[in-house]
């Protein structure tokens, strides 16, 4: 229909020419409430909205002295985490002489991943890197 004739046969009807689509020749429009067009678009962007899920960085901090058993429960913590979506930061802070043995805390931090791996299938999306408080590597679900 021709564009002109289109827009007449709207205001006769006290409505509004929405355009559809613009991607195909011609374009496609409607006869509609401009208003309620818009409300109805809102409303759908709202709902894809709250379906999605923001992946978020949760971190979890492992002791210098911290316990096997309490690495394996921490690892249970970051299971949940990443069942959620999110991704994890493992982090070990270092204070006064721990900092003098880094090769302890990297076996620490080894056994952290080894045990999360065993728990579900991880990938690391940051490699254990040392920092000037200690070390830190995330993790994520693969």
């Known amino acids: 229909m021709n564009i002109f004739a289109a827009i007449d046969l709207a205001k006769n009807k006290g409505l509004d020419l929405i355009q559809v689509t613009e991607k195909v020749e011609p374009p496609v429009c409607r006869i509609g409430n401009y208003g309620k067009h818009l409300y109805a678009m809102q409303k759908k962007e709202r709902k894809i909205k709250a379906n999605t899920k923001e992946s978020?960085?949760?971190?979890?901090?492992?002791?210098?002295?911290?316990?096997?058993h309490d690495i394996e429960v921490k690892a249970g913590q970051a299971k949940k985490f990443m069942e959620e979506g999110d991704k994890v930061r493992v982090a070990m802070y270092l204070r006064g002489r721990e900092k003098a043995m880094g090769d302890f805390?990297?076996?620490?931090?080894?056994?952290?991943?080894?045990?999360?791996?065993?728990?579900?299938?991880?990938?690391?999306?940051?490699?254990?890197?040392?920092?000037?408080?200690?070390?830190?590597?995330?993790?994520?679900?693969?």
């Open 56 to 68: 978020k960085l949760k971190e979890i901090q492992v002791g210098f002295n911290t316990s096997p």
């Open 105 to 142: 805390a990297k076996k620490k931090m080894d056994l952290f991943a080894e045990k999360l791996n065993s728990l579900l299938e991880t990938k690391i999306e940051r490699e254990l890197k040392r920092e000037p408080k200690g070390f830190s590597m995330i993790i994520s679900k693969k």
